[in-house]
C-alpha cells in the first residue's frame, strides 16, 4: 500500500459518488461520477449512463421565450435590469403571454420562474431559475405565528400586568367606603 497525493482544493469542494456497474454477464465497471456530470460504461448488454446532479421534472406545459431585454447602467457595461416575454402553453391548447424581470417573477400552477441571469452574446440567452414550494402557505402561517407571539410577548403581556398592578395597587379601604355609604 501506497499513499496518494491529496487532491486539490477544488476537487475536494465537488461531491461525487462511486458507481459500479454489474452485468448479468458477469462485467462489471466502476467510475466516480461528479457533481452535475454522467459517465458510461460499456457492457455486454450495451451501453449504461449514470447522471449525478439535480433531479430533473418535466413541466406539465410548455414555456418559450420570446424576446429577452437588457438594460445596462449608463457608462458600464453592468446589467442594470434583464427581463424575458415567455409564452406558457397548457397542454389543452390555451396559451398566456407574460413578463418575467429581476424582481417579477412568474407564479404558473405551483410554480415560480424567476429571472436569474443571462448570457451576454449573439443570441442573447436569458436563464431563469425554477423552483416549486407546495409548503409555502404553512410558511406564512408559521411566521405569522412567530409574529403574533412576538407582539403578545412585548406588548400585550406588558400590558396586562401593568393593568394587574394597577389594580393590586388600589387602596382596599376605598371599596368599603363605598359600601358604609351606601
Known amino acids: 500500500m501506497r ?3 491529496l487532491p486539490s482544493r477544488e476537487e475536494r469542494r465537488t461531491p461525487a459518488v462511486r458507481v ?20 458510461g460504461a460499456d457492457l455486454a448488454e450495451g451501453a449504461a449512463t449514470v447522471a449525478f446532479g439535480e433531479r430533473e421534472v418535466r413541466l406539465p406545459f410548455r414555456l418559450t421565450l420570446l424576446d429577452f431585454r437588457a438594460d445596462t447602467y449608463p457608462g458600464s457595461r453592468r446589467p442594470a435590469s434583464y427581463e424575458s416575454r415567455v409564452r406558457v402553453d397548457e397542454p389543452d391548447g390555451s396559451r398566456s403571454e407574460h413578463l418575467i424581470s429581476m424582481n417579477h417573477p412568474l407564479h404558473h400552477r405551483g410554480y415560480i420562474f424567476f429571472q436569474a441571469s443571462f448570457v451576454d452574446g ?7 431559475s425554477v423552483s416549486r414550494s407546495p409548503g409555502l402557505p404553512l410558511v406564512y ?3 405569522a405565528l412567530i409574529s403574533l407571539g412576538v407582539a403578545w410577548m412585548f406588548y400585550v403581556k406588558p400590558w396586562l400586568v401593568r393593568r394587574r398592578a394597577r389594580r393590586a395597587a388600589r387602596p382596599s379601604w376605598t371599596n368599603s367606603v363605598a359600601e358604609v355609604t351606601s
Request: aromatic residues 10%.
Open 3 to 5: 499513499p496518494l497525493p
Open 141 to 143: 402561517l408559521g411566521t
Open 122 to 128: 449573439q443570441p442573447m440567452m436569458s436563464i431563469l
Open 20 to 39: 459500479r456497474f454489474d452485468s448479468p454477464a458477469g462485467g462489471t465497471a466502476s467510475a466516480w461520477v461528479p457533481w452535475g456530470d454522467s459517465v
